[in-house]
């Protein structure tokens, strides 16, 4: 009892270390834990391996969560890393656990799978893959796993046993594991071998020396219940029946073995991009906490949703149902990420320099500006921290030791895109060093050209008039400035979006049209620029799912388009589909001309209020639609939005009901009372 409340508290201690240690991710934290507590404290009472599998985006905790727990755990020389980004990864961790031959790879050890998105066995076309880790599968599911001995160890013992077979030849004898006769010739057996010559207590040499009875006795546990046992089959064996016993031995060695790793716990980590689907948005005008909100909508359906697109269903049911979900970082918690590594920056700088060093707020903020990349985790901001900082420190350790007894304190701090080093000595502070930095945010953006900028308010404004006018929803950010090399500006709706209807279908088209549309509106079909792809693209791939798969207006089934499993689909032929498609197309272009010279006002109206501030909120955007808009209003957004419609549709419903309960009474009524 007392044990197992140590180990309670062991957990807990750990628990409450690791969430000071990684930043946002306290709800992951309590929900491994809350898992690996009965294992960690009843390891003998498993049947079957633990399984906890943890998805998320690259960068956010998810491996060096896991080595932490292990380490704090004590449980580093149990611990196995399989790497399934490797092809050979597997077989080297069937090495690794064959040529550990104690007992413990029987009950407690820790595996952590990771990277399980590369041993997928259906292709993005939907085909079966090789089944060359269906062994994987087959060790998640059962905790055994088939392996063989180190061939160095089997080849050593083979060629020990095979000298002594030739010894027995001679007139060397055998008694009780002791080898009598001419002692030059038993020398020359173990010299050989590179083996010591050993006598047992009773001062005669022996046969097979104690350390090969160890070895032998951990390969054949399964057939021997101690050493003793092994030793006393060797004792009772004559010499005519050794050769025969040896060999049986040599084979046995050669033959692969099954492992035990039932009382395992087995970490299943992965990154899901079909779950994770901002995972390929590199977008740093996003900011981080829309990126944590849209990753806090992902549910275990949509996990498995998303495995049944690389994996078979036996494979993920061999997963199990405990599945953990980590969220993205939030603003704050790259904030805090960033506060933390400096601050172990700072300590590790004071006690290189002996001196007090202050990191300035600065420098915290080129960081999360250069460093954060929402999708991307901890690691951008790592590696900026080493470019900005810490790849400096022998430049700074350099300038501090020419002035070494004069200095009381040492500031560092990035400014104009230099990073500054000042000392203070008798309360003044004095420039030592300044460093010109790089920064990527600054690198990418190229100089302020008015005309671009004009042509891009227009396009961006043409989205949002369309989006506010058609689809009643306020974009919540609008922008002539982008942090991306290939995107001169952009249009946020935000995180939470409304349900799509077929009635949406033109207007969605048409807000796609709109940058495309609002350039030709206003500076003419030869002045349109080249800025439109990823809007045509967007358009296109839309009405290509709308006819193909979610069967928009006539059509009843789902046409071969997006590489689904064949079975499900209907192979993509009939050119009428095609043409389908197109005219939905030309319908989207055909409404956004049609509204944007409606509400050309308004469109001209947003451009110049665009390239006054250059990025507009929501609030800013309503102000002009308010003053300026002519076939809608704010009230009209309102009222028109697909929620609030979807509610007032189903109200008349209800009252329809309603009203046909009453007219069912009165018409009863009529028949009693004629």
Known sequence: MESSSAKEAQLNSLKEELKVEFVGIDEVIDEIFDLIGSWYIFPHLQKKPLIVNLWGLTGIGKTSLVEAIVKGLNLDDKYYYVDMSDKNAFDRFKLEVGQDFAVRLETDCVVAIDEIQHARSISAKGDELSDAEKRLWSFIDKGTIDVSRDNLLVGFVEYFFQEIIKGLRTNIRIVDNKIFGDKKEIKNIYDRNGMELLKDSD?????????????????????????????????????????????????????????????????????????????????????????????????????????????????????????????????????????????????????????????????????????????????????????????????????????????????????????????????????????????????????????????????????????????????????????????????????????????????????????????????????????????????????????KQEAFETFFGVYDAYNFHSQYVLRESMEEVENRVESLLQKGYEKASEFLKIEFRLLIKLAERLMEKETLSAAEIEEVIEEHAISFSLETIKTKGTDLMIKQLFSKAQQKIKQSVVDSTIHQESLVNP
Request: proline letters at 3%; glycine letters at 4%; aromatic letters at 10%.
């Open 203 to 547: 001062g005669d040499y022996c046969f097979i020396p104690p350390d090969i009875i160890a070895l032998l006795f951990y390969c054949f546990r399964d057939l021997y219940s101690s050493e003793d046992d092994l030793l006393k089959t060797i004792k009772d064996t004559s010499k005519e029946d050794m050769t025969q016993l040896l060999r049986f031995f040599i084979n046995k060695l050669k033959q692969s073995r099954q492992l035990n790793l039932k009382k395992g716990l087995f970490f299943v980590l992965g990154n899901i991009d079909d779950a994770y689907t901002m995972s390929s948005d590199f977008n740093r005008d996003i900011s981080a906490d829309e990126f944590y909100k849209l990753s806090k909508k992902i549910r275990l359906a949509d996990i498995k949703n998303a495995l049944i697109k690389s994996f078979r269903s036996e494979q993920i049911a061999r997963l199990g149902n405990n599945h953990i979900i980590y969220p993205a970082f939030t603003e704050a918690n790259y904030k805090d990420l960033i506060a933390m590594k400096l601050k172990s920056y700072q300590t590790e700088l004071e006690a290189l320099l002996k001196v007090d060093v202050v990191i300035d707020s600065s420098l915290h903020k080129a960081i999360y500006e250069d460093g954060v990349f929402p999708t991307q985790g901890a690691r951008p901001v790592i590696s900026t921290i080493y470019k900005l900082l810490e790849s400096h420190t022998s430049l700074i350790y350099r300038h501090y030791a020419k002035l070494q007894e004069k200095v009381c304190q040492v500031n560092l701090e990035i400014k104009d895109d230099l990073l500054k080093m000042t000392y203070i000595f008798n309360n003044e502070q004095h420039v030592s060093f300044t460093k010109k930095q790089i920064l990527n945010l600054k690198k990418n953006n190229p100089p302020k050209d008015e005309t671009q900028d004009l042509i891009t308010a227009v396009h961006e404004a043409g989205h949002a008039v369309i989006c506010s006018g058609l689809l009643y929803k306020i974009p919540q950010k609008l922008s002539i400035i982008s942090s991306e090399s290939d995107t001169s500006g952009f249009m946020y709706l935000g995180v939470d979006q409304d349900i799509e209807h077929f009635k949406q279908v033109i207007p969605r088209l048409a807000m796609c049209y709109g940058g495309f549309t609002a350039e030709r509106l206003v500076f003419g079909d030869e002045n349109q620029t080249f800025g439109s792809h990823s809007d045509l693209k967007q358009a296109t791939r839309f009405a290509n799912k709308l006819v």
